[in-house]
T-cell receptor, first 115, second 111 residues
């Protein structure tokens, strides 16, 4: 079975540009999570969806960040405009129901560098 | 608020020796605890979780973890370390389906 798929794996862009990260969850999973990993802040949850509906976006840093899940097999995280402090590894994860006991399965991540 | 702490930034172990990576937690209600491993330039891989029941949880790659309610700990263990176990290890607690991670512990196993 394919795991969580993320694209691109690496993204280098210049400050002010729009960046779109993509995620395909594991087939049959109903919950999807976006995390960000930095040296300073560690791993932090940005937003999560259940049945394609955003449930909690309290971790989204500011209005420059937006996320969508138009269907059960695709989600995007967009940063517009990007800033150097957005440089991080962004992970997508999915799970069956989103309950506290479910195991989250992570994608390989997208390493974003904003110059 | 729920949280986890990993008191050691780095753990060094000789190959063949037992290893322990420490984790303590602070939760209200039932603790649902997880361990993940991250190899360089890779995503997080699930190792094991504690939901309820037996305090000793067995997981992937020979790892196990002991849940201790009185000490609010969930330490990761392995009887005999391998060089290939060298990686970054994360403890996490689940709150409303969201994972809250510790800061991570870098495990280095030397031959």
């Amino acid at each position: 079975d394919a795991g969580v798929i993320q694209s691109p794996r690496h993204e280098v862009t210049e400050m002010g540009q729009e960046v779109t990260l993509r995620c395909k969850p594991i087939s049959g999973h109903n919950s999807l999570f976006w995390y960000r990993q930095t040296m300073m802040r560690g791993l932090e949850l940005l937003i999560y969806f259940n049945n394609n509906v955003p449930i909690d976006d309290s971790g989204m840093p500011e209005d420059r960040f937006s996320a969508k899940m138009p269907n059960a097999s695709f989600s995007t995280l967009k940063i517009q405009p990007s800033e150097p402090r957005d440089s991080a590894v962004y992970f997508c994860a999915s799970t069956f129901t989103g309950s506290s006991t479910d195991t989250q399965y992570f994608g390989p991540g997208t390493r974003l560098t904003v110059l | 608020a729920q949280s986890v702490a990993q008191p050691e930034d780095q753990v060094n172990v000789a190959e063949g020796n037992p290893l322990t990576v420490k984790c303590t937690y602070s939760v209200s209600g039932n603790p649902y605890l997880f361990w993940y491993v991250q190899y360089p330039n890779r995503g997080l891989q699930f190792l094991l979780k504690y939901i309820t029941g037996d305090n000793l949880v067995k997981g992937s790659y020979g790892f196990e973890a002991e849940f201790n309610k009185s000490q609010t700990s969930f330490h990761l263990k392995k009887p005999s370390a391998l060089v290939s176990d060298s990686a970054l290890y994360f403890c996490a607690v689940s709150q409303g389906g969201k994972l809250i991670f510790g800061q991570g512990t870098e495990l280095s196993v030397k031959p």
